[in-house]
């Protein structure tokens, strides 16, 4: 038996979401339908004020809720070293390791020529343009990129357009992950694994 429309179109709406397949869909609708029209009211006003409430740092291009955001802010911050990742999102998880105490800069996507995404629709001027003032100090630039296609063409463009800066210009490891199988690793991650090992 099919959904009635308004069951099924909200349906398709959560389906457009990344990682999100119909089953998921289907369980966060019905969800929904459990809940008081209060809370389903609360729901839709933070979703309807998202746009409005929420801006890009200044300084980094972070999502923020004001003009420079909290870590741009912070007085602890290693003010020498400045990661650069494609999407907000990959800040937090960088923040979550606790193992980096630096700045950050977002692009706001990767290159990707057959989309349309060339350089100059990412905050690559802006990037230039921080490492230009003399207060900075920037000594070093950490590429962080999926390695993936579009990754791999961000980092390549980057990695170019920086040899003429006087910035170390490094990138994150890869290989193995912990708790991998070397039998179903695929070359790449395999090959990677071998070219960065380290002594023990």
């Known amino acids: 038996m099919p959904y009635p429309s308004p069951i099924q179109a909200l349906i398709d709406q959560f389906v457009k979401f990344p990682g999100i397949g119909e089953k998921s ?24 004020n998202l746009r409005d409430s929420i801006m890009t740092c200044i300084v980094c291009h972070n999502y923020s809720d004001r003009t420079t955001c909290a870590i741009c802010l912070h007085p602890s911050r290693e003010k020498s070293a400045l990661c650069v990742v494609a999407f907000s999102h990959e800040v937090e998880a960088l923040e979550k390791t606790g193992d980096y105490r630096g700045m950050y800069h977002v692009l706001g996507g990767n290159i990707n020529i057959l989309e349309g995404v060339t350089p100059d629709r990412l905050t690559i001027k802006e990037l230039i343009e921080r490492l230009k ?3 900075q100090k920037i000594k070093e630039i950490i590429l962080a990129f999926n390695p993936d296609l579009e990754g791999e063409s961000t980092t390549l463009y980057l990695s170019k357009l ?6 170390r210009v490094t990138r994150l490891a890869r ?5 991998a199988d070397i039998e179903y690793a695929d070359e790449v991650t395999l090959g990677d694994a071998m070219k960065l090992r380290r002594e023990v």
């Open 25 to 48: 869909a289907q369980r966060f609708v019905f969800f929904l339908l459990r809940q008081h029209q209060q809370e389903l009211l609360r729901i839709a006003k933070l979703i309807m």
């Open 133 to 135: 003032q003399p207060d």
């Open 162 to 167: 920086l040899k003429s800066y006087p910035v």
């Open 175 to 179: 290989g193995l992950p912990r708790g």
